[in-house]
């Protein structure tokens, strides 16, 4: 079967880095994404990934790794408004998105 | 671009009552529509996906007469929530994938169904 795991919940602090980690099993791989939803929001796109390495957009940076089914999305100086859930989604070979369960983020000050 | 809205926001309805919610690409068109449900604290479930003049495809366990989708035009998809009960209500998200693209889904605002 298809699977995502990501942690359910992280915590950490205002100014501080975080790394939230996503390993998939998939059936094939059309690029892996990440987006952001707030309590009560819809998700909102963050970023793409199809190729191995890392692709950084201001104060995020994703990582991926396709060998071993791997990506991180990375959240540097953090504020209080990144409090959020963060959804890893692989595309499989029918161009399905496959979610994962998605990751709470709490910041504190 | 690639702004997506969604109406209503909010519905409140009797319990028997059928619900209409509409999605709309604003600004480009969407190949591929696709709606989903998500119940407090949990994840996002795809209820079904559908194609512009085609039937929707729709996931295992969605009752597809319960669930009806109209994809009239590539701006516009329709779900229909008919004979609504309390275990229906949930926030129902549409999201829409545009010609050409990298594949991503841009996703409309969401509507807020209660059902009483």
Sequence with gaps: GQNIDQPTEMTATEGAIVQINCTYQTSGFNGLFWYQQHAGEAPTFLSYNVLDGLEEKGRFSSFLSRSKGYSYLLLKELQMKDSASYLCAVLDSNYQLIWGAGTKLIIKP | ?116
Aim: some cysteine; aromatic content about 10%; hydrophobic content about 35%.
């Design chain 2, 1 to 116: 671009g690639a702004v997506v809205s969604q109406h209503p926001s909010r519905v409140i309805c009797k319990s028997g009552t059928s619900v209409k919610i509409e999605c709309r690409s604003l600004d480009f068109q969407a190949t591929t529509m696709f709606w989903y449900r998500q119940f407090p604290k949990q994840s996002l479930m795809l209820m079904a996906t559908s194609n512009e003049g085609s039937k929707a495809t729709y996931e295992q366990g969605v009752e597809k007469d319960k669930f009806l989708i109209n994809h009239a035009s590539l701006t516009l998809s329709t779900l229909t929530v008919t004979s609504a009960h309390p275990e229906d209500s949930s926030f129902y998200i549409c999201s829409a994938r545009r010609a050409g693209g990298i594949n991503e889904q841009f996703f409309g605002p969401g509507t807020r169904l209660t059902v009483l």
